[in-house]
């Protein structure tokens, strides 16, 4: 499996949200080709904001289900949602202003970013959501 491959194990059985991470997949494998093809600091800031936008989008929809349905770990989930931002945040600013590099490491930590919290965090909430949704 190449970095950013959706994969079905990733399944959080929720069609909307799965696309979603297919999506958020998708725009870090943009970002990956746009600067393997050299693209130029406009272009790839220009991704990343892209990139921030969608999470924040994303991270927004689930948490909106989960008040609607009072998901009783949501404080929690909110919590880790709010870290994955500071986060992005920080690799984007770094790359901004010059004082952080874009390497392989940065891809494999934004790969691990989305799809540990996937796996980790997003599965808990499939029994909770499974029939309701
Ligand atoms: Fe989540």
């Not at 929690?76 to 392989?104: M, N, P, R, V, W």
């Amino acid at each position: 499996m190449a970095l950013f491959d959706w994969e079905p194990k990733y399944s959080v059985y929720i069609d909307e949200f799965d696309k979603h991470h297919q999506k958020l997949l998708e725009q870090l494998r943009n970002l990956h080709q746009s600067m393997l093809n050299g693209q130029g600091k406009q272009v790839i800031g220009d991704i990343l904001d892209e990139l921030k936008k969608y999470t924040q989008y994303h991270f927004n929809a689930e948490e909106e289900k989960m008040d609607e349905l009072n998901y009783p770990n949501k404080e929690e989930h909110k919590a880790k949602h709010k870290e994955l931002i500071s986060q992005l945040d920080e690799i984007i600013d770094g790359y901004k202003s010059g004082s952080h590099q874009i390497t392989s490491d940065t891809y494999q930590f934004l790969n691990n970013w989305l799809t540990k919290h996937i796996m980790g965090e997003d599965k808990k909430y499939i029994p909770f959501f499974k029939d309701k949704l």
